[in-house]
């Protein structure tokens, strides 16, 4: 089946700073390529340096005067993400652009973070959490959109409120789910707190549908040596154009919430296909779970805060 070419215009953006979690493979990689083509300068804050410095050369491969920095940071430590927060601060730059797109997806057994948190709910959401408080200076200065990166999953499920680190009924995919859907009450109660206390940044929630990343790929730092059968299958379909995106379609609703000048927040940008599984990049209601109460996600922000001994300012 011949694939419709889907893709979106990246205004310029010269002069501007974005930071990009996750950028050294799969989604976050083309999200750095494509920023960097658009001018921005990019930093590639990543885990392995290994994988960082070769995604950067892919990147100058593409566009040889791409500006583009590595920087270390390891989302399941609190005090990698403090370290990274005073790095960047210490640089005394503002960030216009913050795509939080990094994560971990249904590791074989129930594990835990440096912190001792559950690891998806640690690394995807919790990280990213304190990531954005060690940053909000930064963030303020250049009047930033952050953009967090969903789930399909985020469609079902909830908040664990009893049992938030899934210590005694460990399920993997609920729990991942519940880290995208923390994540996206995120997003929005950032938004909301944002316009209240004056801080002049805008906040976006996106999902990438499903394509054949990395996610379900092999993972030996999490304990999946192998590939899982579900990898296998997408990556078959989206070899044929069935139904999912591509490794390169994939970025696109985050790209597009992060830099479209008339990004709104309060909506989900996601894949415009059936069942949101690919498909040019649209806005679309928010899922069921993400349109909790206020208060609700007000409860998580202040969990948040007391978990992360990250406490964002009122005014």
């Given at each position: 089946?011949?694939?419709?070419?889907?893709?979106?215009?990246?205004?310029?953006?010269?002069?501007?700073?974005?930071?990009?979690?996750?950028?050294?493979?799969?989604?976050?990689?083309?999200?750095?390529?494509?920023?960097?083509?658009?001018?921005?300068?990019?930093?590639?804050?990543?885990?392995?340096?290994?994988?960082?410095?070769?995604?950067?050369?892919?990147?100058?491969?593409?566009?040889?005067?791409?500006?583009?920095?590595?920087?270390?940071?390891?989302?399941?430590?609190?005090?990698?993400?403090?370290?990274?927060?005073?790095?960047?601060?210490?640089?005394?730059?503002?960030?216009?652009?913050?795509?939080?797109?990094?994560?971990?997806?249904?590791?074989?057994?129930?594990?835990?973070?440096?912190?001792?948190?559950?690891?998806?709910?640690?690394?995807?959401?919790?990280?990213?959490?304190?990531?954005?408080g060690h940053l909000l200076p930064?963030?303020?200065?250049?009047?930033?959109?952050?953009?967090?990166?969903?789930?399909?999953?985020a469609r079902r499920g909830g908040?664990?409120?009893?049992?938030?680190?899934?210590?005694?009924?460990?399920?993997?995919?609920?729990?991942?789910?519940?880290?995208?859907?923390?994540?996206?009450?995120?997003?929005?109660?950032?938004?909301?707190?944002?316009?209240?206390?004056?801080w002049g940044i805008t906040s976006?929630?996106?999902?990438?549908?499903?394509?054949?990343?990395?996610?379900?790929?092999?993972?030996?730092?999490?304990?999946?040596?192998?590939?899982?059968?579900?990898?296998?299958?997408?990556?078959?379909?989206?070899?044929?154009?069935?139904?999912?995106?591509?490794?390169?379609?994939?970025?696109?609703?985050?790209?597009?919430?992060?830099?479209?000048?008339?990004?709104?927040?309060?909506?989900?940008?996601?894949?415009?296909?059936?069942?949101?599984?690919?498909?040019?990049?649209?806005?679309?209601?928010?899922?069921?779970?993400?349109?909790?109460?206020?208060?609700?996600?007000?409860?998580?922000?202040?969990?948040?805060?007391?978990?992360?001994?990250?406490?964002?300012?009122?005014?």
């Open positions: 089946m011949r694939r419709r070419p889907v893709d979106i215009s990246i205004p310029d953006l010269s002069g501007r700073r974005a930071v990009v979690t996750g950028a050294s493979d799969g989604m976050g990689l083309e999200m750095a390529k494509r920023l960097a083509a658009a001018g921005a300068e990019v930093v590639m804050p990543v885990r392995n340096p290994r994988k960082g410095a070769a995604a950067v050369a892919e990147i100058r491969a593409r566009c040889p005067e791409a500006k583009v920095a590595l920087r270390d940071l390891d989302l399941s430590s609190l005090e990698s993400v403090a370290a990274l927060g005073a790095t960047l601060r210490a640089e005394d730059r503002p960030i216009h652009l913050l795509i939080n797109n990094a994560g971990v997806m249904t590791p074989p057994d129930r594990q835990t973070t440096a912190d001792g948190f559950e690891l998806q709910f640690g690394t995807n959401y919790l990280g990213h959490f304190a990531l954005v930064l963030l303020r200065a250049g009047g930033a959109r952050v953009t967090s990166q969903l789930s399909i999953a908040i664990n409120w009893a049992d938030l680190n899934w210590e005694r009924s460990y399920d993997g995919r609920r729990a991942y789910a519940q880290s995208k859907i923390a994540f996206g009450l995120f997003g929005l109660e950032l938004e909301r707190r944002s316009r209240a206390q004056g976006t929630i996106s999902h990438p549908g499903v394509a054949p990343t990395s996610l379900l790929a092999a993972r030996p730092e999490i304990g999946r040596s192998g590939d899982t059968p579900s990898i296998r299958v997408i990556r078959a379909l989206s070899a044929r154009g069935i139904l999912l995106g591509t490794v390169e379609t994939a970025p696109l609703p985050a790209l597009l919430a992060a830099t479209d000048p008339d990004a709104e927040p309060g909506v989900l940008y996601a894949p415009s296909g059936a069942g949101h599984l690919g498909g040019p990049p649209v806005k679309h209601r928010l899922y069921a779970p993400l349109r909790a109460t206020e208060e609700e996600a007000s409860r998580l922000w202040r969990v948040s805060e007391q978990l992360t001994a990250t406490a964002l300012p009122t005014a």
